[in-house]
């Protein structure tokens, strides 16, 4: 079991940044595949970023790569998704979530989520 708690969302103006936090409960943190998708109003749940459990691997979605950056801390038991140059179009809740297969885009192959932490950019 995993338990994982968002926290760095806000409101920030385009071009900005915010750095995401995502800490994890559980000894075998450093097992899970970890990543983040993100949901805005009306629309679908969408895949934004996963990393590997070692770290040394990462997958981004086309519209935030270049511009996000995904890291974790096994020590700390916390995944990061540092967000920059961001746009309107990224406001969306965020949501941090693990599993133990492999870095997947589709929401379902992931077994655990967060609460989500709300994002806002103003134009």
């Known amino acids: 079991q995993v338990q994982l708690v968002e926290s760095g969302g806000g409101l920030v103006q385009a071009g900005g940044s915010l750095r995401l936090s995502c800490a994890a409960s559980g000894r075998t943190f450093s097992s899970y595949i970890m990543g983040w998708f993100r949901q805005a109003p009306g629309k679908e749940r969408e895949f934004v970023a996963c990393i590997s459990w070692s770290g040394g691997n990462t997958r981004y979605a086309d519209s935030v790569k270049g511009r996000f950056t995904i890291s974790r801390d096994n020590a700390k038991n916390t995944v990061y998704l540092q967000m920059n140059s961001l746009k309107p179009e990224d406001t969306a809740v965020y949501y941090c979530?693990?599993?133990?297969?492999?870095?997947?885009?589709?929401?379902?192959?992931?077994?655990?989520w967060g609460q989500g932490t709300q994002v806002t950019v103003s134009s």
């Open positions: 979530v693990a599993d133990l297969g492999y870095l997947g885009s589709n929401y379902h192959e992931y077994d655990y």
